[in-house]
């Protein structure tokens, strides 16, 4: 019996570019299935995950090399494991590349992003136990197949483009960030850094969500005024180069504070920003950090208590809440029609992992089609 075989883009090495080899096609284990992938998403952060994690996050582990990394795939069932139940060949999914163990006391708990093992799959681990979920997954999304479990399926409408689904996962990490802040009917929510890749998924899921205020800071002029431009009624942009943000919000909210601040800043961002940001709030306001700011922030603990501020971090999203934003953008509720695609096919992975700075701010998406 011959094997059959397929293109993968791997690293061998830290800092090396990704080749492009002929490795077999994964078996699907029982509760697993065969995803042929259609599109697989590059974020920007994907070159310092290649470059610099091991020396800037060390607590936070790449798969043992050669790898497949590819974070935010999308395609088509071809197979399933036996004890697969409800999903079958040619359904379309999104692949949620969150792992869990499912037997940590969390998982049992269903907290299941609080896992003791929790990994990204073809991307970074969160300890080091991350290893035994890479054993058992070692596919990521630039290649042409890869395994799954069924509980990472997210199943896409057929209105919804492959190279759109591949953009699901940034934007539920702020997808997740709002419902963790209870976003909906009546709120005012600030995203510090909404003209980014993490930030614009906040704006538009903000907006599906009912939001009344939507404000946002970042630097770039034109695309922050493509932003308000969403829906300028109901969006108030400020440039973080125009000063302190906190008389604007209290402009826009007459004098009330926001509700959220979802903190969505890019890596290399100083915290000055952030701790401006908190001071945007109302009392009893929350920020849920899902950003890069990096380091220890000194934050005033006394006034978080005096004013029950409550300050949170918030990774990622579950499969629920994937289904969740598929089902928003099936129903036409949230518009992703916005994205500018720039796909790229499996051999020129390494060019589009290059050419990603010179994106559109978080309107780019860059996607590469195996
Ligand atoms: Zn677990």
Known sequence: MTTKMMRAARMHAVGEPMKIEQIPVPEVRPTDVLVAVKACGIVPNLGNVLSNWGNWFPHLPLPKLPAIFGLDPAGVVEAVGSQVIGFKPGDRVYVNPARYCGACRNCRAGETTACSHYTFNGYFGFSERSQRIYDQYPYGGLCEF?????????????????????????????????????VGPGSTVLINGISGTLGLGGALFALALGARRILGTGRNRELLARVKALAPERISVHSL??????????????????????????????????????????????????????????????????????????????????????????????????????????????????????????????????
């Open 241 to 370: 180069d125009d000063g302190s943000m906190q008389p604007w919000a209290g402009d826009v909210t007459q004098g009330e504070g926001v509700d959220v601040v979802i903190d969505a800043l890019g890596p290399g961002a100083s915290h000055g920003p952030m701790l401006d940001a908190l001071r945007t709030l109302r009392r009893g306001g929350k920020l849920v950090n899902v950003g890069a700011v990096a380091g220890d922030v000194p934050v005033n603990l006394h006034y978080l208590m005096d004013n029950d501020i409550t300050l949170v971090g918030s990774a990622w999203f579950t499969t629920a809440q994937g289904q969740e934003m598929a089902d928003l953008a099936e129903a036409g509720v949230v518009d992703l029609s916005v994205f500018q695609h720039h796909t790229f096919p499996l051999e020129q992975i390494n060019e589009a992992i290059g050419g990603i700075e010179n994106r559109n701010g978080g309107f780019s998406n860059f996607v590469i089609c195996p």
């Open 146 to 182: 890869m395994s799954a479990p069924q509980y990472s399926l997210v199943r896409i409408p057929d209105s919804m483009p492959f190279e759109q689904a591949a953009r699901l996962g940034y934007l539920g990490t702020c997808y997740r960030a709002l419902r963790t802040a209870n």
